[in-house]
T-cell receptor, first 112, second 113 residues
Framework: QQQVKQSPQSLIVQKGGISIINCAYE??????FPWYQQFPGKGPALLIA?????SEKKEGRFTISFNKSAKQFSLHIMDSQPGDSATYFC???????????FGSGTQLTVLP | NAGVTQTPKFRILKIGQSMTLQCTQD?????MYWYRQDPGMGLKLIYY???????DKGEVPNGYNVSRSTTEDFPLRLELAAPSQTSVYFC????????????FGEGSRLTVL
């Protein structure tokens, strides 16, 4: 019930391309879905987040798409840049929980 | 403001040794967390605290202990190090769990040989 499944494990994209990372969850009580970005040797940092009352949220080149009925959400990175090369984690939490449940991570490489 | 500070950044332990990973925050956040990160496994919660004097187990607490005597500090203790505890450990804080926005330290890489 608490698991968040993330795919793919790794992704290689050409500069200027679209990067897409997918996550699926089981717990219908989840009501907050953030994405974290982690560069080598650093801790993760919040990138963008969404609540289930909207189906899409966009911040610059980063967009979260949310499908409540399918219990899935995804991160789209438009015009991917080499500086976007990092590990991306999806996560989920509920109001009653005091903790985030993280996906297993996606290592993104954007080729110049 | 330093944010979340973890020490040490790197440590090598022998099997059976003990050590404490330190975590200090200057953001006055009530909620603090310890995660471990293993390749391909994401971040697993070890212990968390919702305020001074209050701690609770996360998903993978075995082999670890914590204490929270002040708002600022949340040390993680390994009593009898085992190779399975080789990992990168992250401390994080949160002002409000409803937003879920965690602020992470830069991590402590621990190797147990």
């Amino acid at each position: 019930q608490q698991q968040v499944k993330q795919s793919p494990q790794s992704l290689i994209v050409q500069k200027g391309g679209i990067s897409i990372i997918n996550c699926a969850y089981e717990n219908t009580a989840f009501d907050y879905f953030p994405w974290y970005q982690q560069f080598p040797g650093k801790g993760p940092a919040l990138l963008i987040a969404i609540r289930p009352d909207v189906s899409e949220k966009k911040e610059g080149r980063f967009t979260i798409s949310f499908n409540k009925s399918a219990k899935q959400f995804s991160l789209h990175i438009m015009d991917s840049q080499p500086g976007d090369s990092a590990t991306y984690f999806c996560a989920a939490s509920s109001r009653s929980a005091r903790q985030l449940t993280f996906g297993s991570g996606t290592q993104l490489t954007v080729l110049p | 403001n330093a944010g979340v500070t973890q020490t040490p950044k790197f440590r090598i332990l022998k099997i059976g040794q003990s050590m404490t990973l330190q975590c200090t925050q200057d953001m006055n956040h009530n909620y603090m967390y310890w995660y471990r990160q293993d390749p391909g496994m994401g971040l697993k919660l070890i212990y968390y605290s919702v305020g001074a004097g209050i701690t609770d187990k996360g998903e993978v607490p075995n082999g670890y202990n914590v204490s929270r005597s002040t708002t600022e500090d949340f040390p993680l203790r390994l009593e009898l190090a085992a190779p399975s505890q080789t990992s990168v450990y992250f401390c994080a804080t949160n002002r409000d769990t409803n937003t879920g926005e965690l602020f992470f330290g830069e991590g402590s890489r621990l190797t147990v040989l």
